[in-house]
């Protein structure tokens, strides 16, 4: 008898836990991960800066082609791309960084103007998505150019230690995965 109500009671157990399994359930799923990347970091001290001849001190195209793959440009939500300048020379300068497509045309252009040290840290989000710019800047850039300009003097040198002009440059993307 304490045989059969055990196997009763397993029997009462087993069809009272289980519901038909939905796995429909996946289609409704939405992954939405945050990728965090640098993207481009450059120093440029004052001792070389005062060497160059000309405004332009530093003009470089950089081929960056993460936001052209494929995987990267289907999938892109939004993102932000966040740049720190830092100038703790005595010049006054100004930097440029184009957004260019494979055939060098600018899809997007960032423009910064910065006074001689001492100065704070300029801090600029630029939005791309459908809070900010358009994201075909981001599926379409092949490659960067950076250029920066004294626009002071070549023989002025700042009191502060390894003076130089530093930028900095990071992103943060939304990809939808599924």
Avoid: H, W
Avoid at 27 to 43: A, G, N, R
Avoid at 121 to 143: F, H, P, Q
Avoid at 147 to 168: E, F, W, Y
């Amino acid at each position: 008898m304490k045989g059969l109500r055990i196997v009763v009671l397993l029997f009462l157990f087993i069809t009272s836990c289980t519901d038909k399994q939905d796995f429909g359930q996946y289609d409704d799923l939405t992954i939405t991960p945050t990728y965090e990347t640098s993207i481009f970091y450059v120093k440029a001290q004052e001792s070389i800066i005062n060497r160059v001849v000309g405004l332009s001190f530093f003009s470089q195209n950089f081929n960056f082609d993460a936001f052209e793959e494929k995987f990267f440009a289907d999938r892109v939500l939004d993102g932000v791309i966040t740049y720190e300048l830092e100038n703790t020379t005595s010049k006054d300068i100004e930097v440029s960084i184009e957004f260019l497509d494979e055939d060098n045309n600018v899809l997007d252009i960032e423009f910064f103007q910065m006074s001689p040290a001492p100065t704070a840290i300029l801090i600029r989000e630029v939005a791309y998505g459908t809070t900010g710019k358009s994201l075909d800047v981001l599926r379409n850039t092949s490659n960067i150019r950076l250029s920066a300009r004294n626009l002071g003097d070549n023989s002025s040198t700042s009191n502060l230690p390894d003076a130089a002009i530093i930028l900095r440059s990071a992103g943060k993307f939304r990809l939808r995965l599924k």
